[in-house]
């Protein structure tokens, strides 16, 4: 019934509702509608879009299955990996309560392996300056705070380190290993952000509610149980789904992995605190 029209994006000879060559949509009377173009606009904030709530299903549910699905060509039903990366970067960038990632100023000069050459950096700049060191931290949160959003994408990097080591010949494409990567900080994003938000909140609130006084150490520790199990949940299912691993494979490299991410968050607080030297310095 339908004949053949030239694409209005690439010119190719049309006889369905796609080109088949760029993917455009031929449009129809329906397109025009009202209805149509507010569905559309809606469907632009992407929460609307069943694709959103496809892929955060698998994500959470079925870790894996996004990258699977990305690789393997099966790419209609869930968004691309970088994109809900992106998505989540974007909500993390956008809410401040979101804080996972930032490292106090006390905890990059006490709690990490350099924190001894944080402090003579620290100390090097309140010679120059004639700052106090409470005049620095003023100006040290907010800045840290700001880095910690924009530098998030470094993470996907760092962790790809340990996870090309690990599932090395599991997958023939580099381009693999980069996916997993970005479904993996999704994954830490999107739950771990808003799991441990909510953890962390009811904690604050029992502790303050007691009267006890919270340090940021404490906290963390408390998250340090949370955020494994959450970690081992995510990367078994990588490795069964995505890298098809045995059970058994899946499981060392996921305790593996928790090395991976412990190097890539040290790697990550050092680069934060150097941006963050480097912006209050500039
Ligand atoms: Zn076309």
New binding site residues.
Partial sequence: MSEAIP??????A?SGLY??????KVLTPDDHTLKHYLGALLNAFTFADSKFWNTLKAVVLRPGELSAAYMDGRRVKYMRPVAFFFLANFIYFAVPLFETFNTTLNSQLHNQQYSGWAQRKVEAHLAESGRTLEEFKVLYEPASANNAKLLLVTMVFLLLQPMSVLYIRKRRFVSAYITASFELMGFYLWVATLALGAISFILLSAQQAMGAAVSDRSVDELLAIPLVILHFWFTIGIGRRFFVCTWLGATWRAAAMLFGLQFALSAYRLLLFQATMWSINA
């Fill in positions: 694409c209005k994006s690439c010119g190719n049309v080109c088949s060559a760029c993917g455009e």
